[in-house]
């Protein structure tokens, strides 16, 4: 008998022995998942220890491959997920228990609810894939892997107005996948970070490498892509701009004595730079509402324009015609238009199914936003011969809300007020998703905040200037406006699908299996 048949034979029987030890203690895996989700957090801003999730989710597709039922898979589904959301979003407690006005029972129950709502997702991932890889050869388990996370990550984006935070291709930041986001965007960062773990679980586990080899040709293309620094836009032109941090902290923001102090300070530091093309104001900078302050501003807004400089700011905005609120974002000054923010942030900007829900609210005393949802297809804002598109707050998360506007636009801008959720790593984590949209976009993002970061942010998606966090203070910097798109911008998610097409074709190639020969 050939030796290295035998040797190798021997090697690939201990791997499936090891597995199937695995699947008599489904309670320790699960136990081990829950873990591993927790650290694999360390994989995001601001820690960005990006092999932690890989490996994480490789471990998660071996416990997959693995289970003894659709049951099992479920529940290391949900393990992993808990884990990842029970300590990645953790920070949407502080505004709950800080702002909410419930007590820390309600408060730590309102919070388990959100995680436990985003770990469900995973939890039917597991059980799609335990169904269909019982029907599939192990060729075909690699694309299954990958398109049961994208798909059920993209519901998780999706319904119910969605929650895309923390999905997989935010790791990439500070790897060389991070050069692919013109090409393919967030979509596509993902499904590489799936593959790059199922490739690994499959050629140390399974022997079955075509899917590594795959996977290193891909992260050799975007290293030699990295090295090259390709240009997809063209700078065209360079204009000031300035962004006003108010760090007005959240339980003072709303309190009628503190709307006229803030607005003076917000005037008076715009006009200390006047000479500035843009001036940036936070979200609801004003807390008057927008036909209450307009006429009180009016010969600011002149000398505003006087100086060919606009400002633009984020404003609560009354609609007597339609009877309803909204968040919005206007120019004035040397510029025009107003937005009204599109996607709310589910019991912070509006309750679902309120009419249900409402009274048990009610009952806890806990305050029920009434701002209702913008119009689609709004035009962008102009700031002299510049279009600007706006995104407030939650809403740079959307990548596909971003891509509808780039082309009309000349530099993204988003505005948001993440004093809400203190000195956790919420903010940090809001930061780096803007960043990637500036990435996939080719654009410039300018991003300013209450309590920070605000911060510009280049085509790159590099931080070219900021401030730090819980300082009152003005940021001035250059933007450059571009002219062309990225790949992205003009195709979409061409390239997942190319991706989700060439795994389906290797899957379909013929085995080669170990054999004996005396």
Known sequence: MNTNATLTTDVLGWRLRLLHSFTNHPFLQSIALLLLGAVSTLSFAPFYIWPIYILAAAYLMLAWQGANSAKHASAFGFSFALGLFGSGISWVYVSIANFGQVGFPIAILITFGLIVAASIYWAFAGAVYFKLRTQLNLTFRVPLFVL?????????????????????GYIVE????????PIGGIWFASALVALTSAAITTALMFKQCRYLAFTGLLWSAAGLLTFMAPSYVTETDTKQVTLVQGNVS????????????????????????ISSDIVIWPETAITYELHQVQPYLKPFSEDLAQQNTTVITGVPIWDAERKSYFNGVWATGNGFGMYEKQKLVPFGEYVPLADWVGPIFDLFGMPMSQFRKGPSNQPTLQAGELSVAPFICYEVVYPDLVRSMVRDSDVLLTISNDGWFGHSIGPLQHLQIAQFRAKEAGRYMIRATNTGVSAIIDTNGHIKSELPQFVRATLTG???????????????????WLLLALLAGLGALPSFKLSSRK
């Open 148 to 168: 049961a996370i994208l798909l059920f990550e993209w519901l998780r984006s999706t319904l119910f107005t969605g929650f895309p935070w923390l999905l997989p």
């Open 174 to 181: 500070k790897n060389w996948l991070f050069e692919l986001l």
């Open 250 to 273: 959240q339980d003072q923001k709303w309190l009628p004595e503190n709307a006229a102090p803030t607005l003076t300070y917000y005037q008076q530091a715009t006009l200390e730079n």
């Open 478 to 496: 250059e933007i450059s406006t571009v002219s062309g798109n990225t790949p992205y911008v003009m195709h979409g998610n061409l390239a997942l």
